[in-house]
């Protein structure tokens, strides 16, 4: 007799009990695959019955509770975030392995329905060495820093969504890199890695047109997100740009929703198609404004769903910036080890701005990025992590 | 009150600008009442007198926010919790900081719980000017021994004015604590589908606050609420379990979005009460103890964004609580407090002619972080403050905000020539940028500084003072 376990699994948990008679298992060892999901109920049945909660005395008689009906509070929204597509295939005329869709939310909260989308993790890649890094970061990436591809190739290692390569070099003021020299290194992070890419400028008003469209050629078709453009450049050229390859452009503004606005509505003007906006509001670090940050990505999506079409595009948050903060990287006795502080002040960092909204979390620390990653499969459900009984918080 | 307008509430008030509350008008004390800096008592008239009881009713209806505020403790260190009246901070402020309790079981030996207690009750870390503290102790009974948990409540009254919290799901063992600590007006955890007669009989006995646990289970908890209330159980808080990371933690915390949800905007009366987490599970798992003080970080910060209003830890290692004090500080800023201060020479200390000036922007954080480490490291200066617009130093210097001829402006402007016979400023680190700038414009020397404040008084020991 062939046994198709998943289909007694299946039965075990539409009756409430199986007895199988006459079966004899001849194997060594016996492994049975189910989603863990699909188990449960089973092993709960399985379990010794509420034990370690109080038993309630024989003599009392406990009164029913009275009836509530209880129905999940949803909303209707009139909006919609516009549904952002990074990278592309073969097929579409790119090289990377697959897209990543963000953004494309219907409703505020995961739990009301409207969610297809995780938000996702790019680690942050830079063109030249980093010396400077806190000691926490120089430990992780200090390897991987003189060559930028193998740098990408190990983010990748350690679950970047995407990467995000920082041209930093170029600007004059660090070492005037040569844009056609930014554009080979683009090249070299681009067949190094088979995921979608970021791409950041220089953060000088006067180079970055200019090195947008070199790179953006460079990087035809592949779908890239450039980042970024801001009120203080010349943004027309960075959406030709983006128009003419085939790219995203980020919008990026210092923490004022009335500068969102005005810039996203300059962008769209100039032609860039609404499917490849996305937006940054910078982000502040934890203990340093973060909740400025906090409350404008939430600003944003609330208004987005009412409507407000000017803001209805997914949210990048450089959550790196929280290394900025000196909680992150001192080395103070009475703050405790640097070394699991730092990632903590990265991770919840993170958390917040994705809690708060935001589709993209630009970070650097990988075991903080794992942690984030962590709670975001915790929200989605993709991560069913170790069971515990509640009540035995009392008995630990 | 969610969202109440002055107008609205204006209404329901007597209208004779009698200036008996302290404003100069209705209209005034309506806008205070909002903003919580008056009491709907403080109107006198209509307290007093019986035509205006329609309306007071109203008022008071108006004003009850639609989370209970629920009070835990006596004296100066008694905790409030709850009392919420928004989903969004922007939409006006959240009101009460997140109460932090420790746990503390009672199965530890004697001095060693008394070490712990101690511990709890005199933490404090300075942060931007403020003292973050911890809030609480939860007297966890885990030896299952009445008389031994008893022992650990009197060892945590003696060692500490901080509010308690009494666990345990036995009647026996919270009657025991209850007893010793009814003074101290102790939080009950908790009542339970299966206990909730007997622990409902000693809360109102008691009068004290009560825990209503139903894990996982919202339309339970509701039930749960609704027999609380039944039996004259007025102070409540509620408790829907907390999961290490997990698809289960994930439904907990939309669990917890569904309370305030169903509180604020369905106007929900069971789920009108202060929510709680017991991010301490994470030391369920058997983790060696950095892990776990980390996941318990992490737990307790996305419960503290998603609406918790008390959280129950068990590390007390700095490297962990350090990002959740300071995230409950960031979260219960009010918004309404400008995010700038105003642009002008400050004095910090006792500057005199000689004393050193230090150059920051009106980025009110900014601001406050520098005053504060140069309070902290006791210099005596002048700190000019640049209007960049309310940008930090960085975003500042990216964005062209500050320059040299704002500088040359923020010195003509303050008077800070009279004040100082030298001509030396001392910039940040980050603005080193435009120092030559500042040089050719304004005359001045500059010197420049430490690339974190926290390096001032430092800096002004070593350099300052050699050139002076």
């Known amino acids: ?396 | 009150m969610a969202k109440v307008s002055p107008l609205e509430i204006y209404k329901h008030l007597p209208g004779l600008n009698c200036k008996e509350c302290g404003e100069d008008s209705c209209m005034a004390f309506a806008s205070a009442l909002i903003e919580r800096k008056k009491k709907y008592e403080d109107c006198a008239p209509l307290v007093r007198e019986e035509k205006y009881k329609k309306k007071l009713d109203k008022l008071v209806e108006l004003v009850t926010p639609p989370v209970k505020e629920v009070v835990i403790g006596t004296g100066e260190r008694a905790c409030v919790i709850g009392g919420e009246e928004v989903m969004y901070r922007h939409e006006l402020t959240f009101f009460n900081p997140t109460a932090l309790f420790i746990d503390v079981s009672d199965d530890l030996p004697a001095d060693e719980l008394a070490e712990r207690v101690a511990k709890i009750n005199k933490f404090a870390i300075e942060r931007v000017g403020q003292k973050l503290r911890l809030d609480g102790i939860a007297v966890r009974a885990k030896s299952g021994d009445p008389a031994r948990f008893g022992e650990a409540v009197v060892t945590a009254v003696e060692n500490s004015d901080l509010p308690l919290m009494l666990c345990s799901f036995d009647p026996e063992h919270l009657e025991v604590g209850l007893e010793i600590a009814i003074e101290r007006r102790p939080l009950i955890y908790a009542a339970t589908k299966e206990n909730v007669d007997a622990v409902a009989e000693l809360a109102v006995k008691h009068n004290a606050p009560v825990v209503a646990s139903s894990p996982g289970d919202i339309q339970g908890l509701l039930e749960l609420v609704a027999k609380l209330r039944s039996k004259g159980v007025e102070d409540i808080v509620l408790d829907v379990g907390t999961y290490p990371l997990g698809a289960k933690f994930g439904s907990s915390l939309e669990n917890m979005v569904m309370l305030r949800r169903l509180a604020i905007e369905k106007g929900e009366k069971l789920a009108g009460y202060p929510i709680m987490g017991v991010p301490l599970v994470a030391w369920l798992n058997g983790d060696e103890p950095a892990k776990a003080a980390m996941q318990e970080c992490i737990i307790a910060s996305t419960q503290l964004l998603r609406y918790a209003d008390l959280l129950v830890l068990h590390s007390m290692d700095m490297f962990s609580l350090l990002p959740l004090l300071t995230l409950r500080q960031n979260i219960y800023t009010d918004p309404r407090v400008p995010i700038q201060v105003d642009a002008k020479l400050y004095e910090i200390g006792k500057p005199d002619e000689n004393s050193p000036v230090l150059l920051t922007t009106n980025f009110a954080l900014t601001y406050y972080t520098v005053a504060s480490d140069i309070e902290a490291g006791k210099v005596d200066c002048y700190l000019l403050v640049v209007n960049t617009e309310g940008l930090a130093v960085e975003p500042a210097m990216a964005g062209a905000k500050l320059t040299g001829s704002l500088v040359k402006e923020a010195i003509e402007e303050s008077g800070v020539e009279n004040k100082v016979k030298h001509r030396k400023l001392i910039i940040p680190g980050m603005a080193a940028r435009i120092s030559g700038e500042i040089e050719d414009l304004t005359g001045w020397e500059v010197i420049v500084g430490p690339i974190d404040s926290s390096r001032i008084p430092a800096f002004i020991e070593q350099k300052w003072k050699s050139e002076a």
């Not at chain 1, 088979?194 to 000088?204: A, L, T």
């Not at chain 1, 948050?317 to 900025?324: D, I, L, P, S």
């Not at chain 1, 917040?352 to 984030?372: E, N, R, T, W, Y």
């Open chain 1, 1 to 396: 007799m062939k046994l198709n376990l998943e289909d007694i699994i299946k039965s075990l948990v539409d009756v409430e009990s199986i007895e199988l008679e006459n079966v004899e298992l001849d194997v060594e060892e016996l492994v049975i695959q189910a989603k863990q999901a699909m188990l449960m109920p089973i092993l709960q049945q399985l379990q010794p019955q509420a034990a370690a909660t109080l038993e309630a005395k024989p003599e009392q008689k406990l009164e029913a509770l009275p009836e509530i009906t209880f129905e999940k509070p949803v909303k209707e929204y009139r909006g919609q975030v516009e549904e952002i597509t990074l990278g592309a295939t073969r097929s579409e005329g790119g090289s990377r392995s697959k897209v990543i869709k963000i953004g494309g939310q219907r409703t505020l909260y995961h739990f009301e329905g409207g969610w297809v989308n995780k938000p996702v993790v790019s680690f942050d890649v830079f063109d030249i060495p980093q010396p400077q890094f806190p000691k926490a970061l120089r430990e992780a990436w200090g390897d991987f820093w003189d060559s930028p591809a193998e740098w990408a190739r190990e983010a990748v290692k350690r679950g970047a969504d995407l990467v995000t390569i920082h041209l930093v070099s170029t600007d004059p003021k660090v070492k005037d890199t040569p844009i056609s020299e930014a554009a080979k290194t683009v090249e070299e992070v681009l067949q190094a890695v088979d995921v979608p890419i970021v791409i950041g400028g220089s953060g000088n008003p006067e180079k970055d047109p200019a090195l947008f469209e070199k790179v953006a050629a460079v990087a035809e078709n592949e779908r890239c997100l450039l980042a970024s453009a801001n009120l203080d450049l010349d943004h027309k050229r960075i959406v030709d740009a983006a128009v003419k390859y085939n790219h995203n452009v980020l919008s990026w503004v210092s923490l004022d929703i009335n500068d969102q606005k005005t810039l996203n509505k300059l962008l769209l003007e100039e032609g860039l198609p609404r499917e490849r906006l996305v937006q940054d509001p910078t982000t502040a670090a934890l203990g340093y404004g973060l909740e400025y940050t906090y409350t404008m990505i939430e600003r944003i999506k609330i208004n987005a769903l009412k409507g407000e079409k000017e803001l209805a595009f997914p949210v990048s948050c450089g959550v790196t910036n929280a290394w900025a903060a000196r909680e992150a990287w001192m080395n103070v006795a009475e703050w405790g080890p640097r070394e699991y502080r730092g990632p903590l002040w990265e991770t919840v960092n993170a958390l917040a701005v994705m809690i708060a909204g935001a589709d993209i979390m630009m970070m650097l620390h990988p075991s903080a990025v794992q942690a984030i990653k962590a709670i975001i499969d915790s929200i989605f459900g993709d991560y069913q992590g170790v069971e515990i009984k509640y009540e035995n918080w009392l008995k630990v």
